[in-house]
């Protein structure tokens, strides 16, 4: 079946730094999401992307959707201790828009 | 303004036994969409009911079974407990089964 695979899986990183991550899949998605989870609460959204190529901000947040349409970006500028998380790219099969496939995660911790 | 409410919030069972998990829906959603997210791995979608109906269903056997309420809440009932059954069992509302979730903070389920 269609799968997301989110790399790094993990990263431990100062406060302060900024932080990079991405999600690939083998088949074209229209719509890439990004969600946080944090421990003991489900996934909350951060970031939509509904076209190809788009570029997407949320405060210190910003994802880029694949101009291929099989991968998307999200990149936090300036991260602070709040950020630490599970962060997960998900996106909706093909004609069908209520299920979403999600990734495996990447783990954040950020040292203050 | 409640958002979307799991019972309960952690359950422990034994191999072999049955449960139900219940979920009501954010005020103004009326699908109610379930997943199973194993330690370290991204949610996977169980099965979605809109209108009372299960719409759609993911890759789940029919261990798993579920029922949706006038009043658009939802149960997930699974029988015949497996130990790999443990997991965190999120549900997520939506309005006209989009995919704009409002996920709950999820049952934590153990089966020993």
């Known amino acids: 079946g269609q799968q997301l695979n989110q790399s790094p899986q993990s990263m431990f990183i100062q406060e302060g730094e900024d932080v990079s991550m991405n999600c690939t899949s083998s088949?074209?998605?229209?719509?890439w999401l990004w969600y946080k989870q944090e421990p003991g609460e489900g996934p909350v959204l951060l970031i939509a992307?509904?076209?190809?190529?788009e570029l997407t901000s949320n405060g210190r947040l910003t994802a880029q959707f694949g101009i291929t349409r099989k991968d998307s970006f999200l990149n936090i500028s300036a991260s602070i201790p709040s950020d630490v998380g599970i962060y997960f790219c998900a996106g909706p099969l093909l004609g069908n828009t209520g299920k979403l496939i999600f990734g495996q995660g990447t783990t954040l911790q950020v040292k203050p | 303004d409640a958002g979307v409410t799991q019972s309960p919030t952690h359950l422990i069972k034994t191999r072999g036994q049955q449960v139900t998990l219940r979920c009501s829906p954010k005020s103004g959603h009326d699908t109610v969409s379930w997943y199973q997210q194993a330690l370290g791995q991204g949610p996977q979608f169980i099965f979605q009911y809109y209108e009372e109906e299960e719409r759609q269903r993911g890759n789940f056997p029919d261990r798993f079974s579920g029922h949706q309420f006038p009043n658009y809440s939802s149960e997930l009932n699974v029988n015949a407990l497996l130990l790999g059954d443990s997991a965190l069992y999120l549900c997520?509302?939506?309005?006209?089964?989009?995919?704009?979730?409002?996920f709950g903070s999820g049952t934590r389920l153990t089966v020993v």
């Open positions: 088949s074209i998605f229209n719509t």
């Open positions: 997520a509302s939506s309005l006209r089964q989009g995919y704009g979730y409002t």
């Open positions: 992307l509904y076209k190809a190529g």
